[in-house]
């Protein structure tokens, strides 16, 4: 029998990188899986890849309208839900003497808004039982060059991930936070020179005491099993990170 048979899921910034690990791992395994994201082409991608059992969305996680519109699409898809995976996210470089408002702006309505009221809206259609992960970072405890901002938005989602905990036990939700360190999501050899990608990949993996990066595959099995196999957990972080933050 299959593992997630007969679970409904929903997963934000699920059309690639570790959100879409995350729905081909539970769509492979039975679950029914809605994905969301900005991009059109995209979702279809990930949609014509994930197959039958998946229904994408498009929406911004920074915009109420959509998130109330992502509610309503998935009370009528799923109707109740087993699992939300509050991954979707933008890690954009900031300077500290260069950061603008606009760019301070931007991340925090997606990685901490964005992530706030997604958990609000869909809220009401979680399950008894049901499991919350949100995607954090090891950047929330490791002083990052270029991150503060960043950093701090991921902060705050591990702090949520224990306050909306409280908030959510009465109703027996479960809220848990994944810490992902460095993984190869392949955007890399997308936005750099393979000369810069491979100096890059090479000055990460020197501070990993596991010597190399992790996969998406990695996050998406730790992520499910806080959703669904962690019954005892709330409120907790699950490190990522080949021992980056704990060794």
């Keep these: 029998m299959e593992k997630y048979s007969g679970k409904n899921v929903v997963i934000t910034g699920g059309g690639s990188g570790m959100g879409l690990a995350m729905a081909e791992l539970l769509v492979a395994d039975g679950a029914r899986v809605v994905i969301t994201g900005r991009s059109r082409a995209t979702l279809d991608a990930a949609r014509e890849r994930l197959g039958e059992n998946a229904v994408a969305v498009r929406g911004d996680v920074a915009v109420l309208a959509d998130l109330d519109a992502l509610a309503d699409r998935v009370k009528g898809e799923l109707g109740k839900v087993d699992a939300l995976f509050v991954n979707a996210g933008v890690a954009a470089l900031t300077p500290f003497e260069s950061t ?127 959703a669904f196999d962690a019954t005892y957990t709330t409120g907790a972080e699950l490190a990522v990170d080949g021992g980056a933050t704990q060794l």
């Design 100 to 226: 603008t408002e606009e760019a301070y702006d931007e991340l925090f309505a997606i990685n901490v808004k964005g992530a706030y009221f997604t958990v609000q809206k869909l809220a009401p259609l979680l399950s008894a039982g049901a499991g919350v992960v949100l995607t954090t970072s090891v950047a929330n405890v490791m002083g990052v060059p270029d991150a503060s901002v960043y950093a701090a938005g991921k902060a705050a989602l591990r702090s949520m991930a224990r306050s909306l905990s409280r908030e959510l036990l009465p109703r027996g939700i479960r809220v848990n936070a994944v810490s992902p360190g460095p993984i190869d999501t392949g955007v890399l050899e997308r936005v750099m020179s393979a000369e810069a990608a491979e100096e890059f990949t090479a000055r990460q993996v020197a501070g990993v005491p596991m010597g190399r990066f992790g996969t998406v595959e990695e996050v998406a099995r730790a992520a499910a099993f806080l």
